[in-house]
């Protein structure tokens, strides 16, 4: 007897609790668990086995993709918390394969950029965050309970930010950095920095998150001598550039730092993002 084809696997339907509120043009992938008492606005896009657990209100223009869990009375949408807002049709962005836990709120974006607010990939939102108008978030990135982001944050992937943060508007947060907690972020966080205090400043180099993200110990090693070199000994600069290339340190990850730097001290306050909103 031949051997028969292996059956077809249908995608699974939405499931949705009778107590949940979904628009009639929301668009739902297979697989979606609504939970009891969410709100799915009309137009919002929710993509396959994502889990909006319950009282889950989800506002206005919203993507989401697939696999994320979202807990109770987390607010997705809303309108900004900006006093020019004035209606236009912006929207949220979120990738795949994040928790975003209680109470999180992820405003949607103002006028003033490009009208989205995004959070990528495989990020952990703990509960009562704020993300507010306008931001970008990267992928693998931690946020702690209670931390705030300012309208116009970036946070570019794998860093790492503690609790109770509050984050100045048009800040960045470099990559593999560290915020400790309760730290008040007024000026950008250099890549691979482990910052702290009122306001955030670089103490050292975040070495474990280098270690975990599979850099070499020579690239640490190089990262650390940019951090002696830059925030220690303060030679500047073009003098630690200098010293670095003599060192054979000069990797494409200090050069990074370098370039960071540069932005930064070409912003205003501290922050590289004005000089851009400026051009």
């Not at 889950?56 to 309108?79: C, E, H, K, L």
């Not at 807002?85 to 109470?103: L, W």
Request: charged share 20%; with cysteine.
């Amino acid at each position: 007897m031949p051997d028969l084809p292996d059956p077809i696997a249908l995608p699974t339907p939405p499931a949705i609790d009778p107590t949940a509120i979904v628009s009639e043009t929301a668009c739902l992938g297979p697989g979606v668990v609504v939970g009891p008492y969410c709100v799915v606005s009309p137009g919002a896009v929710i993509g396959a086995g994502t889990v909006l657990e319950n009282h889950v209100t989800i506002m206005g223009s919203v993507r989401i993709g697939a696999r994320n869990r979202i807990f109770p009375n987390a607010v997705i949408g809303a309108d900004p918390q900006d006093v020019s807002y004035r209606g236009a049709d912006t929207r949220v962005e979120i990738g795949d394969d994040n928790i975003i836990r209680e109470g999180v709120t992820i405003n949607r974006a103002s006028e003033k950029e490009e009208g989205v607010t995004v959070v990528g990939s495989r990020n952990f939102l703990m509960a009562f965050c704020h993300v507010a108008h306008d931001c970008h978030i990267g992928d693998g990135v931690i946020i702690a309970n209670g931390t705030l982001l300012g309208g116009h944050v970036r946070i570019h992937s794998h860093a790492s930010l503690s609790g109770c943060v509050a984050v100045h508007h048009w800040a960045t947060i470099g990559g593999y950095s560290f915020v400790a907690g309760l730290s008040r972020v007024l000026h950008d966080v250099p890549p691979f920095m482990l910052c702290e205090g009122s306001p955030a400043r670089p103490r050292c180099v975040n070495v474990v998150a280098l270690r975990r993200g599979g850099f070499p110990p020579s690239t640490v090693e190089a990262i650390t001598e940019a951090h002696r070199l830059l925030y220690r000994a303060r030679v500047g600069q073009d003098r630690a550039r200098e010293i670095l290339r003599s060192q054979s340190m000069f990797v494409p990850e200090v050069e990074a730092v370098l370039e960071f730097l540069s932005n930064q001290q070409e912003g205003r306050h501290g922050r590289a993002l004005p000089r851009r909103r400026a051009a």
